[in-house]
């Protein structure tokens, strides 16, 4: 992907792309700034455990989850192998895990709210193979690529690569033990997954929703094992959706002070207990909902997203 730099007289100039040490630099990048990149705490760098070296550990607040993350050089490995091994040396050792979270950052961690079936690993290099890209087509793998670039002017770009639209589970292609033994336990969740077979209502108006905010602005969406994140620009927030049997509720990452409400439906959640990050609630029942809903929407990236 090319990467140019606007100069004076309105001409673009490339930004030449820069050859990066995965270790010394990237590794130690990253790891000062997880937050910033991926939204997760720092744990451990270079954590042994048997006969693995995991280069850096992490923690997702809002999945209650641990990561893994791998940097790598060589281009022949094989990510769901690799990946799985991770997954399962995590599920088998369990204790070990949060006593590594306890001993680096100060902090206790409540065992039975960790969710272990939100964990993943994530594995950055310079670029990746078509077989590596091809072998994440699944719906439901709890594995990330992320290419890392380095340029010219101290630019670092972070890519994602995304898998495609498969409906195919990574169980049907289970065949051994420890695959198996995982996938159990672990699951990537979908859109689909949050909608029960009887919630046709329900998943219709999500699906009418999305496309009113597609015809706004392009997003990624993705899904927890409660609420599905509607952000853009990779990691900005813009709205969050609860699918429930008559409805959805939405949550807007804004005070309710800060939203035209002239209808005076939204409610104010800042201070309750609730799966989702938004301060601001509001609840979509009907179809004739949308544009009140889209409303709101707007209201957000307009006021909180775009530049």
Do not use: C
């Not at 207990?273 to 809903?293: F, H, K, P, Q």
């Amino acid at each position: 992907m090319a990467i140019f730099q606007v100069q004076k007289g309105n001409t673009l100039t490339t930004i030449e792309e820069k050859k990066i040490d995965l270790e010394k630099d990237i590794q130690k990048l990253t790891e000062d700034n997880l937050l910033t990149i991926f939204g997760l705490d720092f744990i451990k760098s270079e954590f042994s455990l048997q006969n693995f070296r995991i280069d850096t550990l992490a923690f997702d607040q809002e999945t209650q989850s641990f990561v893994i993350i791998e940097y790598k050089r060589d281009r022949s490995f094989s990510v769901v192998d690799q990946g799985y091994a991770y997954l399962s040396l995590m599920l088998n050792n369990k204790d070990s895990f949060i006593l590594e979270y306890i001993r680096n950052t100060s902090k206790s961690l409540d065992k039975v709210k960790i969710d272990w079936s939100q964990s993943k690993v994530i594995f950055i290099a310079n670029s990746f193979t078509s077989y590596q890209q091809n072998a994440i087509n699944f719906k439901d793998l709890p594995i990330e690529l992320w290419e890392a670039k380095k340029y010219n002017n101290n630019i670092i770009l972070f890519n994602q690569l995304k898998s495609s639209n498969s409906s195919e589970s990574i169980k049907t292609i289970s065949k051994n033990e420890v695959m198996s033994s995982v996938s159990k336990q672990v699951k990537k969740y979908t859109v689909e997954d949050l909608f029960k077979t009887n919630w046709k209502h329900s998943l219709d108006l999500y699906q009418l929703f999305i496309e009113r905010i597609r015809a706004l602005i392009e997003i990624d969406i993705s899904a927890t094992k409660h609420y599905i994140k509607i952000f853009v620009n990779d990691r900005i927030r813009l709205v969050e959706i609860v699918p429930q049997k008559r409805g959805l509720k939405l949550s807007l990452p804004a005070k309710i002070n800060t939203l035209k409400d002239p209808e005076k439906l939204l409610r104010d959640v800042s201070k309750m207990g609730r799966w989702t990050n938004g301060y601001t609630e509001y609840v979509l029942l009907e179809e004739t909902d949308i544009d009140y809903a889209f409303f709101l929407t707007k209201q957000v990236y307009e006021r909180f997203i775009k530049l």
